[in-house]
């Protein structure tokens, strides 16, 4: 079994699954939590639901006792960053994230606020993810526009080793990135990811999927989930028949 990078037990099925709480409204997102805390690892805050309500939302998770993934991908220069990384500790979210393309010294910025952050308040560090390329980017994208002259799997991988070199705790990686991620990065290193379905659910919009079994299979550590769950008539048995795949894939 694999176990994450910053847990020296392995991670248990029910600890791999990140609900998004990508709800149109406070009220609907912390019924949810209320609903599930007992059955998942985390919940996803985006930036939807943090543009609406702001940190008071993840201070009422957290005060439930809600662990929460706080998905704003910071892209700033470093000292922005570094404050925005200390503040994402203070409010004692469990995972945050930046853009890898905000540079080796943005990514450095982070995780060294991030822990002083932390040693401060005496609280444990969270992880900081590096988001590579955006799974809705292809090769096309990245070279008409970006003018990146090369393929997008070499982008991530590389993008993935400037996170590690500047000691992110891992990367937010598209189910089809996860055995190369893999392959590329040596150590401790955190895959989550999105784009994960059961096959009984819908496809949705998502083109690059695996099953929540599938997932684990390939490395990765967590896996956020959002419409098979959320859209499910009975949420907390969707979550549970996920959690069965984990076990299988483990
Ligand atoms: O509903 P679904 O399971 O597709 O939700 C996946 C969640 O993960 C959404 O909050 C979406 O914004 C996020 N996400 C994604 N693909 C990425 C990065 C984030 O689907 N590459």
Same mark, same amino acid.
């Given at each position: 079994?694999?176990?994450? %990078?910053?847990?020296?037990?392995?991670?248990?099925?029910?600890?791999?699954?990140?609900?998004? &709480?990508?709800?149109?409204?406070?009220?609907?997102?912390?019924? $949810?939590?209320?609903?599930?805390?007992? !059955?998942?690892?985390?919940?996803?805050?985006?930036?939807? $639901?943090?543009?609406?309500?702001?940190?008071?939302?993840?201070?009422?998770?957290?005060?439930?006792?809600?662990?929460?993934?706080?998905?704003?991908?910071?892209?700033?220069?470093?000292?922005?960053?570094?404050?925005?990384? /200390?503040?994402?500790?203070?409010?004692? +979210?469990?995972?945050?994230?930046?853009?890898? &393309?905000?540079?080796?010294?943005?990514?450095?910025?982070?995780?060294?606020?991030?822990?002083?952050?932390?040693?401060?308040? =005496?609280?444990?560090?969270?992880? +900081?993810? /590096? +988001?590579?390329?955006?799974?809705?980017?292809?090769?096309?994208?990245?070279?008409?526009?970006?003018?990146?002259?090369?393929?997008?799997?070499?982008?991530?991988?590389?993008?993935?080793?400037? %996170?590690?070199?500047?000691?992110?705790?891992?990367?937010?990686?598209?189910?089809?990135?996860?055995?190369?991620? =893999?392959?590329?990065?040596?150590? =401790?290193?955190?895959?989550?990811?999105?784009?994960?379905?059961?096959?009984?659910?819908?496809?949705?919009?998502?083109?690059?999927?695996?099953?929540?079994?599938? %997932? +684990?299979?390939?490395?990765?550590?967590?896996?956020?989930?959002?419409?098979?769950?959320?859209?499910?008539? !009975?949420?907390?048995?969707?979550?549970?028949?996920?959690?069965?795949?984990?076990?299988?894939?483990?």
């Amino acid at each position: 079994m694999r176990s994450s %990078a910053t847990h020296n037990a392995p991670l248990t099925p029910k600890e791999r699954i990140i609900i998004a &709480l990508d709800l149109d409204s406070d009220r609907e997102a912390l019924l $949810l939590v209320d609903e599930l805390i007992g !059955d998942v690892g985390m919940f996803k805050v985006g930036h939807q $639901l943090f543009t609406a309500y702001g940190p008071d939302i993840v201070r009422r998770i957290r005060d439930k006792g809600g662990r929460v993934f706080l998905d704003l991908k910071y892209h700033d220069i470093p000292n922005t960053v570094a404050k925005a990384s /200390a503040e994402a500790v203070k409010l004692g +979210v469990s995972i945050f994230n930046v853009h890898a &393309l905000g540079g080796l010294d943005m990514m450095k910025a982070a995780v060294v606020a991030a822990k002083e952050e932390a040693d401060r308040q =005496r609280s444990p560090l969270p992880l +900081v993810l /590096a +988001v590579t390329i955006l799974t809705s980017m292809d090769d096309t994208a990245l070279r008409r526009e970006l003018k990146i002259n090369r393929s997008l799997r070499r982008e991530v991988c590389h993008l993935a080793e400037l %996170a590690q070199r500047a000691g992110m705790s891992g990367v937010v990686a598209s189910p089809r990135e996860i055995t190369m991620l =893999r392959k590329a990065i040596r150590g =401790r290193f955190v895959v989550l990811t999105p784009g994960v379905r059961p096959a009984w659910a819908d496809k949705d919009d998502q083109k690059r999927i695996m099953s929540p079994g599938e %997932a +684990v299979a390939a490395g990765a550590d967590y896996l956020v989930v959002g419409r098979p769950v959320l859209k499910s008539p !009975d949420r907390r048995a969707a979550v549970h028949k996920i959690i069965h795949e984990i076990e299988q894939g483990l």
